[in-house]
C-alpha cells in the first residue's frame, strides 16, 4: 500500500527566511510525485509533478526535487502570501485506479511579516 | 493551467434528504474523475474514481449506494448524497486527469452542512 509522510506537520518562518519541507513516500512504482497547496476552504492547486529521481521544477520561490524516496519543497526568500498548506502526494504505477492520488497529511506553513 | 470548477460551493440540506454535486471540466476532456473526501484538519481521502460510460469505482468502506457517481459526458461528473446524515457533513472536491498520465487538478470543493 502506498504511503506518503509529510514533515514537519506545522512550520513557521519569518519573511525572508528559507527553509523546506520533506515528502517521505513508499509506492511500488512511482507514476509521478504531485505538489499542491491549498488555501484554507479552498480546493488544492497545482504546483508541481515530478516524474522521475534527480528532477527538479521551480516556480517563483518554490523550487521542487525528487529522489527515489523523498522530495523536498524549497521555499526561498518566503513572503506572508506563501502561508497555506502543501501537500503531497504519488501516484503510483499499477492498480485498476489509474491515476489515482495518495496524499499525505500536510504541512501547514506561516509566514510572518 | 487546467480549471475544474464545482457547484454548487455550498449546501445546507436536512437529514434524510439527497444532495447533487457537479464537476465539471472547464476547458479540457477528462476521461477520468476522481471524488474526494477532506473533514477539518484532515488531508483528503478518495471516495471513488469516476470513468465515462462505465461504472465508478469506489474504495474500501465507502457506500456505492450512498454516494451515486454519474459521469454522463467527458466534462460533467456529478456526485449525488442520498439521504444524508449529520455525519456526511464535510468538504467534498473532485479532480479531473488532463488526458494519459498527466497532471490532476482539483476543483474549488463543496462545502455540504446536513442539519
Known amino acids: 500500500e502506498d504511503q506518503v509522510t509529510q514533515s514537519p506537520e506545522a512550520l513557521r518562518l519569518q519573511e525572508g527566511e528559507s527553509s523546506s519541507l520533506n515528502c517521505s513516500y513508499t509506492?511500488?512504482?512511482?507514476?509521478?510525485l504531485f505538489w499542491y497547496r491549498q488555501d484554507p476552504g479552498k480546493g488544492p492547486e497545482f504546483l508541481f509533478t515530478?516524474?522521475?529521481a534527480g528532477e527538479e521544477k521551480e516556480k517563483e520561490r518554490l523550487k521542487a526535487t525528487l529522489t527515489k524516496k523523498e522530495s523536498f519543497l524549497h521555499i526561498t526568500a518566503p513572503k506572508p502570501e506563501d502561508s497555506a498548506t502543501y501537500l503531497c502526494?504519488?501516484?503510483?504505477?499499477?492498480?485498476?485506479?489509474?491515476?489515482?492520488?495518495?496524499f499525505g497529511q500536510g504541512t501547514i506553513l506561516t509566514v510572518h511579516p | 493551467g487546467a480549471v475544474v470548477s464545482q457547484h454548487p460551493s455550498w449546501v445546507i440540506c436536512k437529514s434524510g434528504t439527497s444532495v447533487k454535486i457537479e464537476c465539471r471540466s472547464l476547458?479540457?476532456?477528462?476521461?477520468?474523475m476522481f471524488w474526494y473526501r477532506q473533514f477539518p484538519k484532515q488531508s483528503l481521502m478518495l471516495m471513488a474514481t469516476?470513468?465515462?460510460?462505465?461504472?465508478?469505482?469506489?474504495e474500501q468502506g465507502v457506500e456505492k449506494d450512498k454516494f451515486l457517481i454519474n459521469h454522463a459526458s467527458l466534462t460533467l461528473s456529478t456526485l449525488t448524497v442520498t439521504s444524508a446524515h449529520p455525519e456526511d457533513s464535510s468538504f467534498y472536491i473532485c479532480?479531473?486527469?488532463?488526458?494519459?498520465?498527466?497532471?490532476?487538478?482539483f476543483g474549488p470543493g463543496t462545502r455540504l452542512t446536513v442539519t
Open positions: 469516476s470513468n465515462e460510460g462505465s461504472k465508478a469505482t469506489y
Open positions: 476547458d479540457f476532456q477528462a476521461t477520468t
Open positions: 509506492v511500488s512504482g512511482l507514476r509521478g
Open positions: 515530478l516524474y522521475s
Open positions: 479532480s479531473a486527469v488532463a488526458g494519459g498520465p498527466g497532471e490532476q487538478y
Open positions: 502526494a504519488v501516484r503510483d504505477a499499477g492498480g485498476t485506479s489509474y491515476g489515482k492520488l495518495t
